[in-house]
C-alpha cells in the first residue's frame, strides 16, 4: 500500500520549488532573492553570486553586494548587469551596490502575469504528482490485503491532499499579488 508520507514530500516539494520561483519575482522592494539567478565568472568557472559573497538589502531601494574575494567586484557586477534584471550596479569600494527603482503600474502588470504563470507550472506539477499517485493506487486494485475500501480511502486522501496544496499555491499567489500591487 502507498504510503501518504511518500507523497506529501513530491506534494510539499512542488509547493517549495514554485515559493522559491514566486520569490525571485520582483515587488519594488528590494530583496536578497532578486538577485539569486545572478552567476559571476571566477577562478575559471561560472559560480552562483551566493557562493562569492553575501548579498544584504539594508534598506527596500538597495542590494549590497561583499564579494569575500576583493578582486572580484568586477566580475560581481558584471554578473548583475548579464542577469539582465533592469538593474544597474554600482561599484563603490569593495562592495558592489544595485539601487532597486520602483516599478512602473505596467511593469507590476507584467510581473502579475508572469506571477499567474509561475503559479500555473506549480499547480501542474501538483496535478502530475497526483495523477502520478493516482496510477499506483489503481494498480493495487486485486493485490492481496488490499481492501477496495482501502483504495477509496486512499484517493480521497489524495484528492484532500490535492486540493490543499493547490489552495497553498493560490494563497501565496493572492499575497504576492497584493505586494506586487501595491505601491
Request: hydrophobic share 35%.
Amino acid at each position: 500500500m502507498i504510503q501518504k508520507n511518500d507523497y506529501v514530500q513530491q506534494f510539499t516539494k512542488s509547493l517549495k520549488h514554485t515559493e522559491g520561483e514566486v520569490a525571485t519575482l520582483r515587488t519594488g522592494r528590494a530583496t536578497v532573492q532578486m538577485l539569486d539567478d545572478v552567476t559571476v565568472e571566477a577562478y575559471g568557472s561560472v559560480m552562483n553570486l551566493n557562493e562569492v559573497g553575501s548579498v544584504t538589502a539594508p534598506d527596500p531601494t538597495l542590494l549590497v553586494i561583499s564579494p569575500w574575494d576583493k578582486g572580484l567586484v568586477g566580475a560581481v557586477e558584471k554578473g548583475v548587469i548579464a542577469a539582465n534584471l533592469n538593474l544597474n550596479p554600482i561599484v563603490d569600494g569593495e562592495t558592489v551596490k544595485v539601487p532597486v527603482p520602483p516599478l512602473t503600474q505596467e511593469r507590476r502588470q507584467e510581473m502579475v502575469k508572469i506571477l499567474h504563470q509561475k503559479s500555473e507550472s506549480g499547480r501542474v506539477m501538483i496535478r502530475s504528482v497526483r495523477s502520478d499517485v493516482k496510477q499506483t493506487i489503481d494498480s493495487q486494485k486485486g493485490e492481496a490485503g488490499i481492501s477496495e475500501d482501502d483504495i477509496e480511502l486512499s484517493l480521497k486522501e489524495l484528492e484532500n491532499l490535492t486540493k490543499e496544496y493547490i489552495e497553498k499555491i493560490d494563497l501565496l499567489v493572492k499575497d504576492k499579488e497584493k505586494e506586487l500591487l501595491s505601491l
